[in-house]
Nanobody
């Protein structure tokens, strides 16, 4: 069994920063990519960022480039999303996901394991 647990969500003012964490445990795919997705009220789930097992390859959605940074630590069992210059449109439930592939891709169907999500609310 694979478990993904997110933390770090909360309420922040526009322009502020927040750091999300995701810890993976149990049976996992070896050296596969991990990613962050988000879903805002009334909208479909969208890709945010992804990172390879080694951390050497990353991908970010155009909407967050220059503001969000994805990283891995603790022997790659923990993933982070540093969010700076937050905007009200960043408000969403953020999900951590583990991919079955090694490459970083934005397709949610290539991520078979998901966390429960953590709420991020940015006030204007």
């Amino acid at each position: 069994q694979v478990q993904l647990v997110e933390s770090g969500g909360g309420l922040v003012q526009a322009g502020g920063s927040l750091r999300l964490s995701c810890t993976a445990s149990g049976r996992t795919f070896s050296r596969t990519a991990m990613g962050w997705f988000r879903q805002a009220p009334g909208k479909e789930r969208e890709f945010v960022a992804a990172i390879s097992w080694s951390g050497g390859s990353t991908a970010e959605a155009d909407s967050v480039k220059g503001r969000f940074t994805i990283s891995r630590a603790n022997a790659n069992n923990t993933m982070y999303l540093q969010m700076n210059s937050l905007k009200p449109e960043d408000t969403a439930v953020y999900y951590c996901a583990l991919s079955s592939t090694m490459v970083v891709v934005p397709n949610s169907q290539l991520y078979p394991y998901w966390g429960q999500g953590t709420q991020v609310t940015v006030s204007s």
